[in-house]
RNA sequence: GACCCUAUCAUCUAACGGUUAGGAUACGGCCCUCUCAAGGCCGGUACACGGGUUCAAAUCCCGUUAGGGUCGCCA
C-alpha cells in the first residue's frame, strides 16, 4: 500500500509502534503471577454472566498474587448508556471482585496501562492498522452495509458459507489506483484484516477450560477498524491484552468460534496470544428446553435482579463459586468460618459441559445458610440496607425499631449450629415478621377450624390468666399443659397416638390456638420468644379479639 | 444450512479403564418436637442410544440422537 493512501487514510499523525512499546513496557510479575481482567461494556446491563466470568479471572489472578484490572470496551458507540459505569462498578464492588487497574465509577483511569477505556485508546490502535496497512496485512474496504447483506443472502440461498472471504472479498484486491479513487472521492471505508488462513485446515488449540480443541484457521477477512475509526472487539482484544500484560483470558463460550481468529490477529502483530479459557454460559429451562440465559426476555439474567430480590452478596458468591469448581461445597464443609474468597479456585475443575442451569433452589438453599450464619445485628444492616433501596417505607419502620426487629431476628439464632434457617432474601423479611406489628398484624381465624370456639375462647382466657412475662420457658409451657389436661387434650405424644380417639385433640393444638391467635399464622418460630417479645400487653389484646 | 463443543440421579456435579457409580440441593419417610424451621437417621429405576477396542468401558474410538454455542461496521 503506497504511503499516498494510508496518509489518505489516517491524515493526522499517529504514535509509531515503537513508541507505544516504550509507553507500555511488560510487566515484571513474580513467578506463577496470572494477570487477567474483565472487559464489560457500558451498555447500562450486568448480566450474572459477567459476574461469574469476572469472579472467575479475579480469584485467579489474585490468587496467584497476580494483577486483576478491568477494561471498559466501549468501542460501540451507538449502545453507551448514561450511568453505565456506575452499575459496572457497584455490581463488581458489591460482591468483592476488586480491580487492582482500571477505571472507576467516575470514568477515572488508575492504574499504569492506562487509559483502560478502549475509545480513549483510538490513536494506539490506529497505529497498529496503519502498521499492518504498511505491511499488506490490512486493506481498506469501501463495501457498503447493503452490499454485505445482499452478499450475504446470495451466500444463504446458494448455501455457501456467509462471510468475507476468497472470491467475496471484493475489495482486497483492489489496485492502488482504486482505492486512491474511491478515497479521494470520500467514499466510506472500513479497515479489514487480510487473512491468510485456510478454512480447510484445522489449527488444535488448547483451551484451558475446554481442553483440545480441533478449530477450522479463519479465513475471512474481519473488519478491524469501523467506518468511525474505533477497531472492532476482536483488535482491540490482541492490541490490549498484548499491551495491557493479559495472560490468561477467561471468557464466555461465545468465543470459540474466534480463537482461530484471535491467534491469527496474534501472530500477525507479532506477538504472543494469551492463553484462553472459556466458560460454558448459564442456561435456564424455557418451556423444556435449556438455553442461553439472555437479558432480553429474563429478568434473573441482570445482576439488578438479585439486588431487588435482596439476596445477600456472599449467598451469589458461593453459589457461583459453586458453579466453578463443584468442590466448593466439600471446602465449606470443612470451612465453616473462613471467608469464601479463601477458597482455592481451580481452573483445570471448571466444567466443560454444555452450561449449568441456574438453579435457584441451590442458591435459595445457599441463602439460607449464609443468613444464618449472620449474626442479628448484621441481618438488620442487610436488611435496612436493601429496604432503603427497594421499600422505602419498611426501611423507615425498621429504623423506628431497630432494637424491636433485632430481637425478632435474633429468634432461634444460635450462629454455627442449628440456627433456624427461613430466611432466604431480604425482600422476605418484612412479611415474615409482619405480625409482631399491630398495623400489619392479620388474625386468621380459619386456622383454628377444627377446635371448637368455646374452647379456643377458654383457652385464650385461661391462658392470659395464667401468663407471667418472667415465667422461664419450661413454666411457660407447663402453663399451656394445664389448661390442655383441664379440657381433654392429651399432654403426653405417645398417650394421644396409641389412642388419639380418647382425646380432643393433643398438646400442640392448644398452643396451635394461642399461636394463631397472637401471630395470626400456624407456622411461627418459636411462640415463647415471640410472646417475650411482642410483651404482655399486645398478647392480651390479640388473644381476647375474639 | 455450515462449523465447533457437550451428553452421569429432578438440578449442579465427582469419577480420568477395574467403585455396591460418590457428594450437594430438591423430594419422600422416620426420629426429635408447642407448629414450622433447624438437626439426626434412612430412601430413590442417573452413566442418551447403537456399534466397536479391551481380560475389563460411565471412562478410549466410530456412528445415531439430543442439547448448547458461533457464523454483524455487537461485544
Known amino acids: 500500500m503506497t504511503p499516498e493512501i494510508i496518509n489518505l487514510i489516517f491524515p493526522n499523525p499517529l504514535p509509531t509502534p515503537a513508541e507505544i512499546e516504550a509507553k507500555y513496557p511488560p510487566r515484571q510479575l513474580a513467578e506463577g503471577a496470572k ?17 461469574y466470568t469476572g469472579l472467575l479471572n479475579e480469584r485467579i489472578a489474585h490468587q496467584s498474587n497476580g494483577i486483576f484490572y478491568l477494561r471498559v470496551e466501549d468501542t460501540d458507540q451507538k449502545r453507551i448508556k448514561e450511568g453505565a459505569m456506575e452499575l459496572i462498578c457497584n455490581s463488581l464492588g458489591r460482591y468483592g471482585i476488586y480491580a487492582d487497574e482500571g477505571v472507576d465509577k467516575d470514568g477515572h483511569d488508575y492504574g499504569p496501562y492506562a487509559p483502560y477505556t478502549q475509545s480513549q485508546r483510538k490513536e494506539i490502535y490506529q497505529a497498529y492498522i496503519k502498521d499492518l496497512l504498511e505491511k499488506g496485512l490490512a486493506y481498506p474496504c469501501f463495501c457498503a452495509a447493503e452490499d454485505l447483506d445482499i452478499m450475504r443472502k446470495i451466500q444463504e440461498k446458494t448455501g455457501v458459507r456467509p462471510g468475507y472471504y476468497g472470491k467475496y472479498a471484493k475489495c482486497r484486491n483492489l489496485s492502488d489506483d482504486e482505492i486512491l479513487a474511491n478515497l479521494k472521492a470520500g467514499k466510506p471505508f472500513v479497515i479489514r484484516f487480510k487473512s491468510m488462513g485456510d478454512n480447510n485446515k484445522r489449527m488444535i488449540v488448547k483451551d484451558l477450560i475446554k481442553g483440545e480443541l480441533a478449530l477450522p484457521e479463519n479465513d475471512i477477512d ?8 474505533l477497531p472492532t472487539y476482536h483488535f482491540a482484544h490482541a492490541i490490549d491484552d498484548h499491551f495491557m500484560g493479559t495472560t490468561h483470558v477467561f471468557r ?3 468465543w470459540v468460534s474466534s ?9 500477525a502483530l507479532g506477538w504472543k496470544a494469551p492463553k484462553y479459557g472459556h466458560v460454558a454460559p448459564l442456561q435456564k429451562l424455557d418451556d423444556g428446553k435449556k438455553r442461553k440465559l439472555s437479558k432480553r426476555h429474563d429478568p434473573e439474567a441482570s445482576i439488578v435482579y438479585f439486588w431487588e430480590k435482596g439476596y445477600p452478596e456472599t449467598a451469589l458468591v458461593e453459589y457461583l463459586l459453586n458453579l466453578i469448581n463443584a468442590s466448593f461445597e466439600d471446602w465449606r464443609r470443612n470451612n465453616p468460618d473462613k471467608n469464601a474468597f479463601e477458597f482455592p479456585v481451580n481452573f483445570n475443575k471448571v466444567s466443560n459441559a454444555a452450561g449449568a442451569l441456574f438453579d435457584f433452589v441451590k442458591l435459595n438453599s445457599i441463602s439460607k445458610d449464609v443468613i444464618a450464619n449472620m449474626s442479628a445485628d448484621q441481618v438488620f444492616d442487610a436488611v435496612l440496607k436493601w429496604a432503603h433501596d427497594y421499600n422505602p417505607t419498611f426501611a423507615e419502620r425498621l429504623e423506628n425499631n431497630r432494637d424491636y426487629v433485632t430481637k425478632i431476628l435474633n429468634i432461634e439464632r444460635n450462629i454455627g449450629k442449628k440456627s433456624r434457617k427461613d430466611l432466604t432474601k431480604w425482600e422476605d423479611v418484612e412479611s415474615d415478621i409482619s405480625y409482631f406489628f399491630d398495623d400489619l398484624y392479620r388474625p386468621n381465624s380459619a386456622l383454628l377450624s377444627p377446635i371448637s370456639e368455646s374452647d379456643v375462647r377458654a383457652i385464650a382466657n385461661e391462658f392470659i390468666a395464667l401468663y407471667n412475662e418472667t415465667d422461664d420457658k419450661d413454666t411457660w409451657f407447663s402453663h399451656i399443659k394445664a389448661i390442655a ?4 387434650f392429651a399432654t403426653d405424644m405417645k398417650a394421644y397416638k396409641e389412642n388419639p380417639t380418647a382425646f380432643k385433640g393433643n ?8 399461636r394463631v391467635l397472637v401471630t395470626g399464622r400456624d407456622k411461627t418460630p418459636d411462640l415463647y420468644q415471640i410472646m417475650q417479645i411482642l410483651g404482655i400487653d399486645r398478647i392480651k389484646k390479640r388473644l381476647l379479639m375474639l
Do not use: Y
Open 35 to 51: 494477570v487477567t481482567r474483565v472487559a464489560p461494556s457500558p451498555t447500562g446491563d450486568m448480566h450474572i454472566g459477567g459476574i
Open 222 to 229: 474481519v473488519i478491524i477498524m469501523k467506518g468511525d475509526g
Open 252 to 254: 464466555a463460550d461465545e
Open 259 to 267: 480463537i482461530s481468529l484471535h491467534i491469527q490477529l496474534f501472530v
Open 485 to 488: 389436661e383441664k379440657h381433654g
Open 507 to 514: 398438646v400442640s393444638d392448644v398452643a396451635k390456638v394461642l
